[in-house]
């Protein structure tokens, strides 16, 4: 009887290798966030801004977190080339028609790895002429040594291995797991 054999019937024949977070712990520092959000911000108004499609789970679970008024919306950003790796080029596939003027806006992101969707968002959104600007990830590989603007808001440092589950993918699979988790090769 394996550990994982609870959540077998979700992994398509793959094999989960670890269990890097678990949802109990990753319940726990998303409320520790939110709070520290909350305090971060206190007056204006907020936008939270979630970079589809991998921040959905931890977006919704964040933003009831955040004890003061905010507003959602959601971008959908797409980078070419294979599953694991991020291949730098990255396209902008719907931009919210949410006025960003004179707002705080808390882009939300599932994981940085290189950095470079960050960037290229960063610079796009600063011409909307934001009242502040910040970034709130989930888990952080520290690898992004030339990002624009380092994530304010980090759930974890995450190791540098490939994660699935609670919205992160792999091949568009693996998003519902409630854990994040390492797959077996
Ligand atoms: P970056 O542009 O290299 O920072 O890549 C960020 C995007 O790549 C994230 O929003 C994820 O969609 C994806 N990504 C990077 N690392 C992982 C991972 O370990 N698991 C799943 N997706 C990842
Ligand atoms: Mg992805």
């Not at 679970?61 to 959601?74: A, E, G, N, T, Y």
């Amino acid at each position: 009887m394996s550990p994982f054999d609870d959540v077998k019937h979700l992994m398509k024949g793959r094999t989960i290798a670890r269990i890097v977070y678990d949802a109990a712990t990753i319940a726990a520092r998303v409320r520790e966030l939110g709070r520290e959000i909350g305090a971060a911000y206190p007056d204006g108004d907020l936008l939270v801004l979630g970079l589809l499609k991998g921040s959905f789970i931890f977006l919704s679970d964040l933003v009831r977190q955040i004890p003061r008024p905010l507003q959602v919306d959601f971008l959908v950003v797409s980078s070419y080339g294979n599953d694991t790796v991020s291949s730098g080029v990255v396209k902008l596939v719907y931009d919210p028609a949410t006025v960003l003027e004179g707002k705080h806006i808390l882009l939300v992101e599932d994981i940085i790895d290189s950095g470079r969707t960050l960037n290229r968002l960063l610079e796009e959104l600063g011409e909307r002429r934001p009242e502040s600007l910040e970034i709130c990830a989930l888990l952080d590989k520290r690898l992004a040594r030339d990002l624009r603007k380092p994530a304010k808001f980090v759930g974890f440092d995450a190791p540098s291995e490939f994660l699935v589950g609670y919205g992160l993918d792999h091949a568009e699979d693996f998003r519902s797991l409630p854990f994040v988790a390492s797959l077996a090769d």
